[in-house]
């Protein structure tokens, strides 16, 4: 296998050359592909899009692996280990972005800074050529890279052994990039010049490189997860093209009875979403066009609209308390409870139907959402004690054309390592913001763990389950994605997920899930515990 040809980019990246420019004119016309015929790993960039990148180029990419904390994966680091090319990618849990670049292994590729090699490969092939006097076979000496490659710097920074190693680690740092030097213990002091002592050693190698934001690895260390870092936009690593996209949605707030904020990344600027009466260009001014339109209705969750009258009066109304299946169904024309028989009409009627009345779903695979867009139909109730409650402003559909499509549907996604779907949308971050008073109380949001998240929404609509508070909650459906075209797959709204279903299942591990039914809002819940996908409605 031929050598990986990088080019380091200190604090910003690695950037990987194309073996041909007749690579671009094959390509399919649009941002995405564009950007990964260049093959530009960035500082900042999320996890959907660095593996989407890779996994489009196999030859370059031959192999990759995921490591994540099974317990907490959406706190924790999550890695992507490239063991062909000698990378590893790591990226913070709660946004999953790119926040350290490492070379682990220099003799499984070819940096360049500069035109300057940090270790010169042997004609291009992954075993390294026979050292020169004064250099290294396994990586670059810190003579060299002191000397020819990036020059003086300050004093590095001597991290101590630990457990039953002899030596410790001698940090060679940098602005946005660093070098590790294995150093004993007893050869370092901070009154020696290990400057000195580090280039009288020919065979002292450094045995990986860092690429991160910061001035140096000591200043980095302490931020590296939490930083804010800037818009891969505005980095020189990624060729300026005449599209202009607008920036990617970095919250998502939920105030109930369809209203929903979204706050742009590394801006001020915040926009609303309110279900009923957002039309589709609205939402294209906004965000910009889909990625994909998917257009499909999942008629096996019909059963679940088929009540009798006792389990009609047995539980809340339907236009206060959201159901699981409500996950998949497109329609809520038959929301409302009825007798056995009307119940039955309306389903049918209602499925009769879908196939005239223009609906889809717009699919933001690199936003992270997906939002139904059809008739308009009344959103959810808002919360109890909220303002709009208290004055009515929210409620109801717009006064235009009952044919006109509006959006009546947000899907987020989680993106959660283990998932079944993961990958298929970036992480969408939100809050349930009704719930998030001021109060001390931990808020709800897409890293709680989905006890707390229950035990806050019972708490704010305990009035609309029920006046017999000896009534069990409501329990959560049981479903499994790696079963295909399933009721609750999700499908309907991800678009050519039959195909691929047990491919992934086995992929990414346990296909089960539950979903949870709330006003306004169903949960997607892994067996973890944690989030994976929210629909507000």
């Not at 950037?15 to 390509?27: D, M, P, Q, T, V």
């Not at 300026?240 to 369809?258: A, C, F, Q, T, W």
């Not at 109730?381 to 009952?402: D, I, L, Q, R, T």
């Not at 609309?464 to 295909?484: C, E, I």
Request: proline letters at 7%; glycine letters at 8%; aromatic letters at 10%.
């Amino acid at each position: 296998m031929s050598l990986l040809t990088a080019q380091l980019y200190p604090g910003r990246g690695l950037g990987f050359l194309r073996k041909s420019a007749l690579a671009i004119f094959f390509l399919p016309a649009n941002a995405a592909t564009r950007f990964l015929a260049n093959a530009r790993i960035v500082l900042g960039a999320s996890l959907h899009d660095v593996l989407t990148r890779i996994k489009a180029e196999p030859q370059r990419f031959p192999k990759l692996e995921i490591a994540y904390s099974s317990d907490n994966p959406v706190t924790e680091p999550v890695s992507v280990v490239l063991p062909e090319n000698g990378i590893r990618l790591r990226f913070d849990g709660r946004e999953q972005r790119l926040r350290l670049i490492e070379v682990v292994d220099f003799t499984k590729n070819h940096v360049t800074f500069k035109d300057r090699d940090l270790l010169k490969p042997a004609n291009g092939v992954s075993a390294p050529s026979s050292p020169v006097p004064g250099e290294s076979s396994t990586g670059p000496t810190f003579r060299h890279i002191y000397h020819r490659v990036l020059g003086p710097t300050y004093d590095g920074e001597y991290i101590p052994p630990t457990g039953s190693r002899d030596k410790g680690t001698y940090v060679l740092s940098y602005p946005g990039v660093a070098f590790n030097f294995s150093l004993a213990a007893s050869e370092y002091s901070p009154n020696k010049d290990v400057v000195s002592l580090l280039s009288a050693s020919s065979g002292q190698a450094a045995t990986s490189m860092a690429v991160f934001s910061g001035d140096s690895w000591a200043d980095a260390r302490p931020t590296l997860w939490t930083e804010v870092l800037p818009s891969i936009k505005s980095s020189s690593v990624v060729p300026r093209g005449k599209d202009v996209y607008p920036d990617e949605i970095s919250l998502i707030k939920l105030h109930g009875g369809g209203r929903i904020q979204l706050f742009r990344k590394w801006t001020s600027n915040a926009f609303w979403i309110k279900l009923g009466k957002t039309t589709p260009q609205e939402l294209v001014m906004e965000l910009g066009p889909p990625n994909a339109i998917y257009r499909k209705n999942d008629q096996k969750m019909v059963i679940h609209k088929m009540r009798t009258t006792s389990n009609a009066r047995s539980r809340p109304s339907a236009t206060d308390l959201g159901r699981p299946e409500d996950l998949t169904d497109t329609d809520h024309s038959s929301m409302n409870t009825g007798s056995d028989d009307s119940d039955h009409e309306q389903a049918v009627e209602d499925q009769a139907a879908l196939s005239s009345t223009g609906e889809c779903f717009y699919n933001y695979f690199y936003l992270g959402f997906d939002i139904l867009v059809s008739t308009p139909v009344p959103p959810s109730s808002a919360p109890p004690g909220s303002e709009a409650m208290a004055n009515g402003s929210e409620s109801g559909v717009a006064a235009y054309s009952p044919d006109r499509l509006v959006a009546t549907k947000l899907v987020l996604h989680g993106n959660i390592p283990g998932s079944y779907e993961f990958n298929r949308h970036r992480r969408c971050r939100w809050e349930v913001e009704y719930l998030n008073d001021g109060t001390d109380s931990e808020p709800v949001n897409s890293e709680s763990d989905f006890k707390h998240i229950e035990e806050r929404l019972h708490e704010k609509w305990e009035s609309a389950y029920s006046k017999n508070k000896s009534q069990p909650r409501q329990r959560g459906m049981v479903l499994n994605r790696g079963w295909g075209d399933s009721p609750g797959s999700s499908c309907e709204f991800l678009g050519g997920w039959e195909e691929s279903g047990a491919r992934r299942a086995e992929a990414t591990g346990d296909s089960t899930t539950t979903l949870y039914g709330f006003p306004g809002l169903v949960f997607e819940v892994l067996r973890n515990g944690f989030v994976n996908g929210v629909t507000v409605f």
